[in-house]
Every structure is written in C-alpha cells, then in structure tokens.
C-alpha cells in the first residue's frame, strides 16, 4: 500500500521549517528519520498533506559532548550515531546503550533520539535514561525558542507539549554528578529489537553507600514514560542493601499502570518491570560505587 | 508536485522525476527495474528491503525517494562488482546452504555486507546481532550465520575481488 499523498519540503533553516509548518498548519508534519512516521502514514493512521523534512537544515544533525558542560544531541542526529559516538559512550554510556537499544540497524540508520522523544511512544527507549538524568528539550516555534524539562514533555501516548508549529531542535542532558551510576534496560519479545514490552532506566548517586540521589523511569507501563516517586523515596537516603532494592523494586511495579497489548499482559508486565527494575538498580548501585 | 531527483545506484547515474510518497524501494524496484531488493513488511520490521545509503543499511520501504537525492545507492544487484562474478559473500550463502526461499536473501546480505564492512572478523553473536533486523521465515539461521562467518575469510583470504 502506498504511503499517501502530500507535498514535501526540505527547507535549509529552521525559519523556513517554523515558516513552513505555521503556513500549512494541521495538516503539516515534522519529518526527519520517519521511522515512526512512514509506517503511521502507510496505515493510514495520519494522513499529512505537507511534509517538512529537517534533513536538509545543516549542523541539526550535531552532537556536543563535555564532561562538564553535558552532552547536546541535534534533532536530525541518527540513533545509530549516537550509539556509537566515543564522547556519549565514554561519558554518557548509558544515553549511548538506550540508543543502541532501540530498533533494529536498519531503524537506527535512519531514525533520530528526538525523533523517538517527539513520536511520544509509552515505549520510546531514550526517554527513561533521558528522564533520570534531567534532561531539557530545546524547542523553536513562530514565537522564538523555548526550552521544556523532558519530564513536562510527554502528554499522552503520541502526544507532546509541542504547540502546532513548534519543533524540537535538540535534547540536553547535564552531566552526572560523581559517584552516579546511570543504567538503562528493555526487554522485549524480539530481542531489543521490537517496541519495549518494558524499559526501565535508573540514575542513582551514592555517599558513602548511601543513596544521595535515586531516580527512576518506566517505559512501556503507563500512557507515558513515567517515574517511579514511591521507589525513589524507599532508597532516598537510606543504604543501599539487596533487601532495600528489592523492596523498591516491587514498590517501582506497584505505581505502574500497565495494560494489556500484543506485546505482553499487564500481568506479565507487573511481574517484569520489578525483575528489570532490580536489575537496573543493582547494577546502576555497582557503577555509581566505582 | 513531483521532484527530480538524482541518484547513483550501483555506479549508475540516474535523474527520475517522482511523487513525494515515492518510496526507495518503489523508486529500484518500479523505476529502475531492479526487482532484487524485496518488499516484505513495509514497516521496517523485516529487513527484506534492506539497501545500503551513502555505506548505511537501511530500510527501503520507509526511505522517501526524496531524501535519497544525491546519494549513493547500493543494491543487491550492485554487490558483485563485475555483475558476472559473485561477491564472496554471495558465494558463502551459496556454498553453505543459506538459501531456502530466497525472499530474505538480498536484504539478508545487505546486512551482511554493512558488518563486514566495519567488523572484518566476527563473533556468531555479532553476526545474530547485526543480522537482526532481517527475518528468515525458512527458519535458516544456523546456515546464514555460517555463510557470514565463511564470507569473513573468503573476503580475509581476498580469495575473491570484492566489491565495497
């Protein structure tokens, strides 16, 4: 089956892009890798009259690492490069293993970081490791830039804060305080390869095997990518005992709000997050000790 | 509106005049008459359309003609350089049975193609992985993993002129 018809623009500026888009209005669509959204358009499940493509937009595709200033990821910036850039790997290993997590190589080789941030799937494998560190998503729009927690970001399964016309131009993240161990694992029915049945990504700072600092965000269980407060606070503040993190653990499963779908039950998926949820937690615990 | 485009696909300059729905694989299969590269899922799930862009693989069915513009485009027909003699790789999958219906192949070897390219020596669990994104509903597997490993040292031993 065809993809549809519409009309397609490759603009060189992001004026042109916010330009574009605000003169064809509801009916225009952001593309950059469209991984997501060419198969969202051969089911007919959107139907764009106009496609604005930042493929052509030089220097989007940009990614800066500084262990002090943190890393930048450009919204054309390819998964597959990410995942494989020497600066996020040594620096930010886990933003670079979510990367690699997601997809297939095919996928990876033409899909985007922000673009699997803004096609707000539940499942998007960047957006927990992405979450726990406090990332910042960069925006522009006919107003001017903007930039958004990546924790206000997501509204919706599909849905974002992006106002019509809007684009993401980049993702931030700060670099990690020391002693922070930061760990992302998915698990799903094909390998990693597929959607997530579940992802669970992790950010704990430990003192003196304490734990200063704990988040933790769940992919896949609820209408968003979600974090797990109830987890957070058990561990906040108290050692870090294998006891402690199974109990945060089944804590982390119990404020999820799984569903049923064909990749797994929610039963099924209750009694998964709480194994990968410990697993997250322990290994991120061993990292942060080193 | 359509768009003229102009690519090179196996070391072949073309200019064609498309739709922007127009995907790549419709673009080589339609157009071009290159019938090698498979339509399988149309999602990105299968790899059957796997082709390679400017040295990436990627998935043909979800590529807009329209972005491929300028590129470099390599199919499974532009593989054996000389189009006469097979590319060691296409030799291995013969030699060790890799081959049951043959829809998966092409993409199959794409991806083959791409790891040897950055990954000359292989493990079998690089190989899995790298091939991972290309489903074999004959359930080979054992047999490309061994054809993969059989074309790293056809191509190690340059036994055979390769092509990229």
Redesign the interface.
């Known amino acids: ?8 623009f ?1 603009p060189r500026t992001l004026g042109d892009a916010v330009e574009l888009l605000n003169k064809y209005g509801p009916g225009a669509r952001v593309i950059a890798g ?2 997501d959204l ?2 969202k358009m ?2 007919r499940a959107v139907s764009p009259e106009v ?1 604005v ?1 930042l ?1 052509n937009i030089p220097d989007l595709d940009t990614i800066t690492v500084d262990p002090k200033q943190g890393l930048t990821i450009g919204a054309t910036a390819l998964l ?1 490069d990410v995942a494989a850039h020497p600066g996020i790997r040594k620096y930010f290993p886990a933003v670079a293993a979510a990367a690699n997590d997601t ?5 990876r ?2 899909g985007t970081v922000v673009g699997n941030l803004c096609n707000a799937s539940p499942s998007a494998d960047n957006a927990p490791t992405l979450l726990v560190m406090g990332a910042t998503v960069h925006i522009i729009g006919a107003k001017g830039k903007r930039e958004l927690p990546l924790a206000d970001f997501f509204k919706g399964p599909g849905l974002t804060a992006l106002a019509p016309g809007e684009i993401v131009t980049a993702v931030s993240v700060p670099p990690p305080p020391p002693n922070t161990g930061v760990v992302y694992l998915s698990f799903s029915g ?2 990693k ?2 959607c997530s049945t579940v992802g669970v990504g992790a950010l704990i700072t430990l003192d003196a095997g304490t734990c200063k600092t704990v988040r933790v965000a769940i992919g896949a269980c609820a209408p968003t990518p979600m974090r797990a407060p109830g987890a957070e606070k058990l561990l906040t503040g108290n050692a870090v005992d294998e006891t402690l993190l199974r109990s945060a653990s089944r804590k982390a499963a119990e404020e999820t709000k799984p569903i049923d779908d064909l990749r797994a039950s929610a039963a099924y998926r209750l009694k998964v997050v709480e194994v990968i949820t410990y697993r997250v937690l322990t290994e991120a615990c061993g990292i942060a000790r080193q | 509106m359509k768009h003229t485009i102009h690519v090179t696909v196996n070391g072949t300059d073309y200019s064609v005049s498309v739709d922007p729905g127009r995907t790549l694989n419709e673009l080589i299969r339609e157009d071009l008459n290159l019938t090698g590269t498979k339509l399988g899922c149309g999602t990105g799930d299968c790899g059957a359309c796997t082709v390679m862009v400017d040295g990436r693989t990627v998935s043909s069915c979800l590529t807009l003609a329209v972005d491929v513009d300028g590129k470099q485009i390599t199919t499974i027909e532009g593989l054996a350089v000389s189009g006469e003699e097979l590319h060691p790789i296409q030799e291995a999958f013969i030699d060790k049975g890799a081959i049951q219906c043959g829809f998966c192949t092409p993409g199959m070897e794409m991806s083959a193609l791409h790891l040897l390219s950055h990954n000359p020596n292989p493990t079998d669990s690089e190989i899995r992985n790298a091939l991972s994104g290309n489903l074999c509903r004959c359930t080979g597997y054992t047999k490309i993993v061994d054809a993969v490993h059989c074309a790293a040292e056809k191509m190690a031993s340059g036994k055979t002129e390769g092509g990229l």
């Open positions: 089956m065809s993809i549809g018809k519409f009309e397609h490759k469209g991984t060419m198969v051969r089911l496609l493509s493929k597959a997809a297939n190589i095919q996928v080789n033409m094909r390998g390869l597929d």
